[in-house]
């Protein structure tokens, strides 16, 4: 056995390993030989702090293995070498390469086999970040198998097209490879597509039925909605309760959410009721890189992991303005793309996107129970914080009102989450039929969209949508926002075509982009700054 390792010793050990940049992973091949020199090992190929430090924690970790290596002066290159490794995903390749460039581990299986693992000293293998995107990675460079630690065996259930195998030390995959035992498999599992009970349920929250009907319809035709009104209006309540709304997530979705997750550095189980669709609330100090994403190396931001799900934006005045206004692109492309001078990661980025703000610093501006006691110049300072061109990427705007003392005595309980979750489902059903009914020629998918949206609105609904839109002054983005809106309400309906009734709801939730000097003809709660607060003031004294 001996003489026929040694055959391979004159040879490049070469190891299929892989680097994650964002939620993505690109191939890497591990490349070790000997060099002239002293005893030593050195690690080139663009690698970062923590891939270098591998030296130390392979060396020790084989020595613990009870393997030798010759005191010679090895060389690990990682291909490609232009571009930057990071993560302690190498120190398991870069183990393997070594002994088997030593003619201590046979080379035959490593042509077609991923390995990945962080070691210990002691020679343990433990778990790293993104394991799906290196697994996803590996299928797509045509490799059969993979050996991963033990700990990542749940994350790597939902992996498919690729054998997984699961070690826990460096002399078990040493093994393996020399085919003197076997490595378990990992059994793949398909996530659970039922809906189950939500954690929060919308029949605690009373009154703000309008609020209430807004949430259903953003959860249906996954439209991002804003949020206005006084503290403790409900609106915190109603945000949370959202994705108790939302279906659970498809096997693909499943997928894409444990990846991103995993990526992130979360701790993913791949089981059936692990896998939920996520809710991210960041605090109104995150960092634009925190919210985009960003770092070194790039990681996924708020966005990202909030994909699919639900993103809530609290207090979303107080957010940094340059944090804001990077969502535009977001909520257009629905991805994000992080540019740097060494590597580009592009990420998905299409969560329902929940905001919530008050009407002015003290919250009570328009209110008629509590008198408002911000200046005019306070309250416009405060809502120029919030761009027009970020509201008009809201699909839904409402306001909610503060709630009467007796809604709470009388305990009026409303619809549970359940219920209007069942109606959210099945209105989605209803569009994936329409969606599958219209032809699929090239023609038809060449359309203009705005073409395909108002084919199935009634003359009556063109009208009143044509006149609503030239008399609150709202844009042609708003134009398309309404028609969306107007078609989910139609299909929570159970319309065959967008009826005028539709419409007339979908423009009812356009307030806050209109014209200021059509607030009071279309009778919102916010007329224009100086009168309102006079009024206020009138009344005070």
């Given at each position: 056995?001996a003489?026929?390792?040694?055959?391979?010793?004159?040879m490049?050990?070469?190891?299929h390993?892989?680097s994650l940049?964002?939620?993505?992973?690109?191939?890497?091949q591990v490349?070790?030989?000997?060099?002239?020199?002293?005893?030593?090992?050195?690690?080139?190929g663009?690698?970062?702090?923590?891939?270098?430090?591998?030296?130390?924690?392979?060396q020790?970790?084989?020595?613990?293995?009870n393997?030798?290596?010759?005191h010679?002066?090895?060389?690990?290159?990682?291909?490609?070498?232009?571009?930057?490794k990071?993560g302690?995903?190498?120190?398991?390749?870069?183990?393997?390469a070594l002994?088997?460039?030593?003619?201590?581990?046979?080379p035959n299986?490593?042509?077609?086999?991923?390995?990945?693992?962080?070691l210990?000293l002691e020679?343990?293998l433990?778990?790293?970040?993104?394991l799906?995107?290196?697994?996803t990675?590996?299928?797509?460079?045509?490799l059969?198998?993979?050996?991963?630690?033990?700990?990542?065996a749940?994350?790597?259930?939902?992996?498919t097209g690729?054998?997984v195998?699961r070690?826990?030390?460096?002399?078990?995959?040493?093994d393996?490879?020399?085919?003197?035992?076997?490595?378990?498999?990992?059994?793949?599992?398909?996530?659970?597509?039922?809906?189950?009970?939500a954690?929060e349920?919308?029949?605690?929250?009373?009154?703000?039925?309008?609020?209430?009907?807004?949430?259903?319809?953003?959860?249906?035709?996954?439209?991002?909605?804003?949020?206005?009104?006084p503290?403790?209006?409900?609106?915190t309540?109603?945000?949370?309760?959202?994705?108790g709304?939302?279906p659970p997530?498809t096997a693909?979705?499943?997928?894409?959410?444990?990846t991103?997750?995993?990526?992130?550095g979360?701790?993913?189980?791949?089981?059936?009721?692990?896998?939920?669709?996520?809710f991210?609330a960041?605090?109104?100090?995150?960092?634009?890189?925190?919210?985009?994403?960003?770092?070194v190396?790039?990681?996924?931001?708020?966005?990202?992991?909030?994909?699919?799900?639900?993103?809530?934006l609290?207090?979303?005045p107080?957010f940094?303005?340059?944090?804001?206004e990077?969502?535009?692109?977001?909520?257009?492309?629905?991805?994000?793309v992080?540019?740097?001078?060494?590597?580009?990661?592009i990420?998905?980025?299409?969560?329902?996107v929940?905001?919530?703000m008050?009407?002015c610093?003290?919250?009570?501006?328009g209110d008629?129970?509590?008198?408002?006691?911000?200046?005019?110049?306070?309250?416009?300072r405060?809502?120029s914080?919030?761009?027009?061109?970020i509201?008009?990427?809201?699909?839904?705007?409402?306001?909610?009102?503060?709630?009467?003392?007796?809604?709470?005595?009388n305990?009026?309980t409303?619809?549970?989450?359940a219920?209007?979750?069942a109606?959210?489902?099945?209105a989605?059903?209803r569009q994936?039929?329409r969606?599958?009914r219209e032809?699929?020629?090239?023609?038809?998918?060449?359309?203009?969209?705005?073409?395909?949206?108002?084919?199935?609105?009634?003359?009556?609904?063109i009208?009143?949508?044509?006149?609503s839109i030239?008399?609150l002054?709202?844009s042609l983005?708003?134009y398309?926002?309404?028609?969306?809106?107007?078609?989910?309400?139609?299909?929570l309906?159970?319309?065959?075509?967008?009826?005028?009734?539709d419409?007339?709801?979908?423009?009812?939730?356009?307030?806050?982009?209109?014209?200021?000097?059509?607030?009071a003809?279309?009778?919102s709660?916010?007329?224009?700054?100086p009168?309102?607060?006079?009024a206020?003031y009138?009344?005070?004294?």
């Open positions: 056995m003489r026929r390792l040694l055959r391979f010793a004159f490049v050990a070469k190891i390993a892989s940049t964002g939620i993505s992973a690109y191939g890497v490349e070790v030989d000997f060099t002239k020199g002293l005893p030593g090992l050195d690690i080139v663009l690698a970062e702090t923590v891939v270098r430090e591998s030296r130390a924690r392979v020790t970790a084989i020595e613990n293995s393997y030798k290596l010759p010679r002066r090895f060389i690990v290159n990682l291909a490609p070498a232009d571009l930057p990071s302690a995903s190498f120190d398991l390749a870069i183990a393997i002994l088997s460039q030593c003619g201590i581990c046979a299986r490593l042509d077609r086999t991923l390995i990945l693992g962080e210990s020679g343990m433990r778990p790293i970040r993104g799906l995107a290196h697994l990675a590996a299928r797509q460079q045509g059969e198998a993979a050996v991963i630690p033990d700990d990542d749940s994350s790597a259930a939902l992996a690729v054998t195998y070690a826990r030390t460096l002399k078990e995959v040493v393996f490879l020399n085919s003197v035992n076997t490595l378990p498999q990992v059994a793949s599992r398909t996530p659970c597509t039922t809906l189950r009970k954690d349920d919308m029949s605690d929250v009373f009154g703000q039925e309008t609020a209430k009907r807004a949430i259903e319809v953003a959860a249906c035709g996954m439209h991002n909605l804003i949020l206005v009104g503290p403790g209006a409900g609106k309540m109603l945000a949370r309760r959202l994705r709304l939302l997530p693909d979705e499943a997928l894409q959410i444990a991103i997750s995993g990526a992130a979360s701790e993913t189980r791949g089981r059936e009721n692990d896998i939920k669709r996520p991210r960041p605090h109104h100090t995150i960092s634009d890189a925190g919210l985009i994403g960003g770092g190396p790039i990681r996924p931001g708020e966005v990202t992991l909030s994909h699919l799900g639900v993103l809530f609290d207090e979303f107080e940094r303005r340059s944090a804001i990077s969502l535009r692109p977001i909520m257009e492309s629905a991805v994000a992080i540019v740097r001078a060494k590597e580009r990661a990420m998905p980025a299409r969560p329902l929940v905001a919530a008050n009407p610093p003290c919250g009570y501006f008629k129970k509590r008198i408002c006691r911000c200046s005019p110049d306070q309250i416009q405060y809502r914080r919030i761009s027009g061109p509201l008009d990427r809201f699909d839904i705007h409402v306001e909610l009102s503060s709630v009467s003392p007796s809604r709470l005595q305990r009026e409303g619809e549970s989450s219920v209007i979750a109606r959210v489902a099945e989605r059903e994936q039929r969606e599958q032809p699929e020629d090239r023609e038809s998918a060449c359309r203009n969209r705005y073409e395909r949206l108002s084919e199935k609105l009634r003359p009556e609904a009208r009143l949508l044509h006149l030239e008399r002054g709202l983005r708003a398309h926002k309404v028609l969306r809106v107007g078609h989910t309400i139609s299909n309906a159970g319309h065959d075509f967008v009826e005028e009734s419409i007339a709801e979908a423009i009812q939730y356009r307030v806050l982009d209109r014209d200021p000097s059509n607030h003809a279309a009778g709660r916010f007329p224009s700054v009168s309102a607060t006079a206020n009138s009344k005070s004294g």
